[in-house]
């Protein structure tokens, strides 16, 4: 079955440089999710998308945007790079639109893409 | 103080064993529950889902919530050495909200 698609696997940035991660999320998935995971932490959400409108949004610094596109993929843009944004990134996505409270969508996660900033 | 609290470990336990691992929350309004298992440097792979109270079970494992008491259980049955890994708890309270992580239990268990 297809997953979520995550690019990609590996970045190497330097400080006050820019990156962008692109996220495939599952066929037919409406709902797309930010997540970073530092080293032995638990994932802290970022950003979630919903039919290509911003949903919920959690501890993203504003040097950092997202958006999900047309085709629902969706791109997380980071400007400014800093030492501490190092870290593994994870796009999650989910089926939720069709859904009535009970049924909720079960959260799928990509592999994520690890970046290090030198 | 997290909203979502849980034994960070390292949890070691020979093969075989019953393993439980647990997570507690404060906020009453979390109705979904799902368990994750993270191997090093992968994403975390979904193992069980849970809607309000109950239990679930799915071949070796066990999934409990106890809403009363804001406690949600994994028992892993007949641990293997390949169930060494990550254990992450999420919940979230309703659709189409996020989910919120516990911090993981790193879990080894022993040929």
């Known amino acids: 079955a297809a997953g979520v698609i995550q690019s990609p696997r590996h970045l190497i940035k330097e400080k006050r440089e820019t990156a962008t991660l692109k996220c495939y999320p599952i066929p037919r998935h409406d709902t797309v999710y930010w997540y970073q995971q530092g080293p032995g932490q638990d994932p802290q959400f970022l950003i979630s998308f919903y039919e290509k409108m911003q949903s919920d949004k959690g501890s993203i610094p504003d040097r950092f945007s997202a958006q999900q596109f047309s085709d629902y993929h969706s791109e997380l843009n980071m400007s400014s790079l800093e030492l501490g944004d190092s870290a593994l990134y994870f796009c999650?996505?989910?089926?939720?639109?069709?859904?009535?409270?009970?049924?909720?969508?079960?959260?799928?996660f990509g592999e994520g893409s690890r970046l290090t900033v030198l | 103080q997290k909203e979502v609290e849980q034994d960070p470990g390292p949890l070691s336990v020979p093969e075989g064993a019953i393993v439980s691992l647990n997570c507690t929350y404060s906020n009453s309004a979390f109705q979904y529950f799902m368990w994750y298992r993270q191997y090093s440097r992968k994403g975390p792979e979904l193992l069980m889902y849970?809607?309000?109270?109950g239990n679930k079970e799915d071949g070796r494992f066990t999934a409990q919530v106890d809403k009363s008491s804001k406690y949600i259980s994994l028992f892993i049955r007949d641990s293997q050495p390949s169930d060494s890994a990550t254990y992450l708890c999420?919940?979230?309270?309703?659709?189409?909200?996020?989910?919120?992580f516990g911090p993981g239990t790193r879990l080894s268990v022993l040929p």
């Open positions: 849970t809607y309000s109270s």
């Open positions: 999420a919940m979230k309270k309703s659709y189409g909200q996020n989910f919120v």
């Open positions: 999650a996505s989910s089926l939720e639109g069709v859904l009535a409270e009970g049924n909720t969508g079960e959260l799928f």
